[in-house]
C-alpha cells in the first residue's frame, strides 16, 4: 500500500529543504529521519510516518515546503530484510543507534559546505546540541586524523605483488558498516577487559541430563541460554552495566529494561541481534530464541527490530576455539562479555588435584561509567551464577 508524507505542523510558515536523508528504493523504519528543514530560525528532521521502501521523492534540496506539503510516497511492508546481498541499504542493519540531530541551521550548513556529517559529531550543548565548536574541534581532528592516514598512505597503498600474488576482495556492505563502527568504539570507548575463569562442571553435568529428555534441537538447553540468564540477573544487581553514557559524558542513563545482543557470525559479516525482554523468558525460551535469531541473522532474514533495542552484547567464540579474547564494546552499551572455549582443568580442591570443566570468560566495560572494583564485582557475580545454577532460580 502507497503511503502519502507530508510536512506535518512545523509551527512555521515555510520551511526550505537543506537535505534529503533517504533514496529510492531504501528501506525506512518508522520515525527514521527522512529529510531535514530549515526555517528563520531553526532546522528540524522530519521523521516517517510508516516503515516501508521510498518508492518516490517528491522534493529536491533548497524546495520551499509548508505544513501538508508532500515530501514522500512510501510503500509499506511489513515483510523482514530482503537477502543481505540485495538490500540497498542494509548498512543501516547493525545501526542501533540512530539519532536525532540538534544543530542550529548555521552548524548544519559549516557542515553541508565541508560535507561532513553531524552524526559523527558529540555535541556538547544541551540535549547533546551541536555548537559550532563542537564542529570546528572535529574538523580540526579530522583534518589531523586525515594528514595522519595521508602520513600513512605509503604503508597501505602499497604494491603487495611486488612480494607475490595478492587477491583483491570487496568488503560487503555489513563489513564496511561494523568496520567503521568497530573503529568508533574502539577509539571513543575507554575500555577495560576483566578475565575470569568459571567452573561448568555441574551446569553442563545439569544440562546434558536435561537435554536428554529434549527431542527437539530447539528446545534444548544451550549454555548460552545460561549466560544471558546470568547476565541477566547480574545487570539486575549492578545497573550501571545497564546504562548508556551521554554524549556530552555528563549524565548516565540507566534502564530499567534488559534487552541482550549475541554477536552473530554471518557469511556478510557480524550481526548482534537482540533478545528482547529477558527477565520474564525462562532458559528453554531464550535457548530457542538465539536458535531462531542466529538462524534468521545468517539467512539475511532479520528485520530491522530484531537489531535494536540491545543494552549489553555477549559474544561466544566457544564452539569455534580460543582461550581468550578481549571483546569491543557495542556503543552505545556500557559492557560486553567474550565467551571463550570450555576444557577441563587440573583444580586443586584442597588436598589433590581433581579435573574440572572451566570456561574462560572475559568482560570488557566502558571506564568512564564502571570503574574496576565495579567491574570485578560484575564478573564474580556471573561466575558465582554460573558455579552453582541454582542461584539463578532466586
Ligand atoms: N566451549 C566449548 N564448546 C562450546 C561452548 C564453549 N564455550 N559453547 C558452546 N559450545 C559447544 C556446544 O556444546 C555445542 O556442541 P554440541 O552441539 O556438541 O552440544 C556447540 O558448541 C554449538 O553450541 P550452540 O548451538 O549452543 O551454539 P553457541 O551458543 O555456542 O553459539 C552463536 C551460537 C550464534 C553465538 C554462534 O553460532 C556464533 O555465531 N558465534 C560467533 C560469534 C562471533 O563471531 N563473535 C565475535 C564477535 S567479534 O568479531
Not at 55 to 60: A, C, L, Q, R, T
Not at 139 to 162: A, G, Q, T
Not at 288 to 312: N, T, V
Given at each position: 500500500?502507497?503511503?502519502?508524507?507530508?510536512?506535518?505542523?512545523?509551527?512555521?510558515?515555510?520551511?526550505?529543504v537543506?537535505?534529503?536523508?533517504?533514496?529510492?528504493?531504501?528501506?525506512?523504519?518508522?520515525?527514521?529521519?527522512?529529510?531535514?528543514?530549515?526555517?528563520?530560525?531553526?532546522?528540524?528532521?522530519?521523521?516517517?510516518?510508516?516503515?516501508?521502501?521510498?518508492?518516490?521523492?517528491k522534493?529536491?534540496?533548497?524546495?520551499?515546503?509548508?505544513?501538508?506539503s508532500?515530501?514522500?510516497?512510501?510503500?509499506?511492508?511489513?515483510?523482514?530484510l530482503?537477502?543481505?546481498?540485495?538490500?540497498?541499504?542494509?548498512?543501516?542493519?547493525?545501526d542501533t543507534?540512530?539519532?536525532?540531530?540538534?544543530?542550529?541551521?548555521?552548524?548544519?550548513?559549516?557542515?553541508?559546505a565541508?560535507?561532513?556529517?553531524?552524526?559523527?559529531?558529540?555535541?556538547?550543548?544541551?540535549?547533546?546540541?551541536?555548537?559550532?565548536?563542537?564542529?570546528?574541534?572535529?574538523?580540526?581532528n579530522?583534518?589531523?586524523?586525515?594528514?595522519?592516514?595521508?602520513?600513512?598512505?605509503?604503508?597501505?597503498?602499497?604494491?603487495?605483488?611486488?612480494?607475490?600474488?595478492?587477491?583483491?576482495?570487496?568488503?560487503?556492505?555489513?563489513?564496511?558498516?561494523?568496520?567503521?563502527?568497530?573503529?568508533?568504539?574502539?577509539?571513543?570507548?575507554?575500555?577495560?577487559?576483566?578475565?575470569?575463569?568459571?567452573?561448568?562442571?555441574?551446569?553442563?553435568?545439569?544440562?546434558?541430563?536435561?537435554?536428554?529428555?529434549?527431542?527437539?534441537?530447539?528446545?534444548?538447553?544451550?549454555?548460552?541460554?545460561?549466560?544471558?540468564?546470568?547476565?541477566?540477573?547480574?545487570?539486575?544487581?549492578?545497573?550501571?552495566?545497564?546504562?548508556?553514557?551521554?554524549?556530552?559524558?555528563?549524565?548516565?542513563?540507566?534502564?530499567?529494561?534488559?534487552?541482550?545482543?549475541?554477536?552473530?557470525?554471518?557469511?556478510?559479516?557480524l550481526?548482534?541481534p537482540?533478545?528482547?525482554?529477558?527477565?520474564?523468558?525462562?532458559?528453554?525460551?531464550?535457548?530457542?530464541?538465539?536458535?531462531?535469531?542466529?538462524?534468521?541473522?545468517?539467512?539475511?532474514?532479520?528485520?530491522?527490530?530484531?537489531?535494536?533495542?540491545?543494552?549489553?552484547?555477549?559474544?561466544?567464540?566457544?564452539?569455534?576455539?580460543?582461550?581468550?579474547?578481549?571483546?569491543?564494546?557495542?556503543?552505545?552499551?556500557?559492557?560486553?562479555?567474550?565467551?571463550?572455549?570450555?576444557?577441563?582443568?587440573?583444580?586443586?580442591?584442597?588436598?589433590?588435584?581433581?579435573?574440572?570443566?572451566?570456561?574462560?570468560?572475559?568482560?570488557?566495560?566502558?571506564?568512564?561509567?564502571?570503574?574496576g572494583?565495579?567491574?570485578?564485582?560484575?564478573?564474580?557475580?556471573?561466575?558465582?551464577?554460573?558455579?552453582?545454577?541454582?542461584?539463578?532460580?532466586?
Amino acid at each position: 500500500m502507497d503511503i502519502v508524507i507530508k510536512i506535518p505542523d512545523i509551527g512555521i510558515e515555510k520551511a526550505e529543504v537543506i537535505d534529503i536523508l533517504v533514496h529510492v528504493n531504501d528501506i525506512v523504519e518508522k520515525e527514521q529521519s527522512l529529510l531535514v528543514i530549515e526555517g528563520d530560525k531553526a532546522s528540524m528532521e522530519i521523521p516517517s510516518t510508516h516503515h516501508g521502501k521510498v518508492k518516490e521523492i517528491k522534493v529536491k534540496v533548497t524546495d520551499i515546503v509548508h505544513q501538508d506539503s508532500i515530501i514522500i510516497i512510501l510503500e509499506t511492508i511489513d515483510d523482514p530484510l530482503p537477502e543481505l546481498n540485495d538490500t540497498p541499504n542494509h548498512t543501516k542493519v547493525i545501526d542501533t543507534h540512530d539519532v536525532i540531530i540538534h544543530a542550529s541551521p548555521l552548524v548544519r550548513r559549516l557542515a553541508r559546505a565541508s560535507n561532513i556529517d553531524l552524526r559523527n559529531i558529540n555535541g556538547r550543548g544541551r540535549k547533546n546540541r551541536i555548537l559550532k565548536d563542537d564542529l570546528d574541534n572535529y574538523l580540526e581532528n579530522n583534518l589531523n586524523n586525515n594528514n595522519l592516514s595521508k602520513k600513512y598512505d605509503h604503508v597501505y597503498n602499497f604494491d603487495f605483488s611486488r612480494f607475490g600474488e595478492v587477491e583483491e576482495i570487496q568488503l560487503s556492505k555489513i563489513k564496511k558498516r561494523s568496520g567503521s563502527l568497530l573503529c568508533l568504539n574502539w577509539s571513543t570507548i575507554p575500555h577495560v577487559t576483566q578475565f575470569d575463569e568459571v567452573d561448568i562442571t555441574d551446569l553442563e553435568a545439569f544440562r546434558i541430563k536435561y537435554n536428554d529428555r529434549i527431542t527437539v534441537k530447539e528446545k534444548k538447553i544451550t549454555l548460552l541460554a545460561f549466560i544471558v540468564k546470568s547476565i541477566t540477573k547480574g545487570l539486575e544487581k549492578f545497573p550501571y552495566l545497564n546504562s548508556t553514557i551521554s554524549h556530552n559524558q555528563e549524565v548516565i542513563f540507566l534502564k530499567k529494561y534488559i534487552n541482550i545482543g549475541i554477536a552473530v557470525d554471518t557469511i556478510h559479516g557480524l550481526l548482534v541481534p537482540v533478545i528482547k525482554d529477558v527477565k520474564n523468558k525462562n532458559l528453554s525460551d531464550i535457548a530457542c530464541e538465539i536458535y531462531h535469531i542466529s538462524k534468521y541473522a545468517r539467512l539475511g532474514k532479520l528485520k530491522f527490530s530484531d537489531l535494536q533495542g540491545g543494552c549489553f552484547t555477549i559474544s561466544s567464540l566457544g564452539s569455534i576455539g580460543g582461550t581468550a579474547f578481549s571483546p569491543i564494546i557495542n556503543a552505545a552499551e556500557a559492557a560486553i562479555l567474550g565467551v571463550s572455549k570450555f576444557s577441563y582443568k587440573p583444580i586443586w580442591n584442597g588436598s589433590e588435584f581433581i579435573p574440572r570443566l572451566i570456561l574462560p570468560i572475559a568482560l570488557s566495560y566502558d571506564h568512564r561509567i564502571i570503574d574496576g572494583a565495579e567491574g570485578a564485582k560484575f564478573i564474580s557475580y556471573i561466575n558465582t551464577l554460573l558455579s552453582d545454577v541454582r542461584l539463578l532460580l532466586v
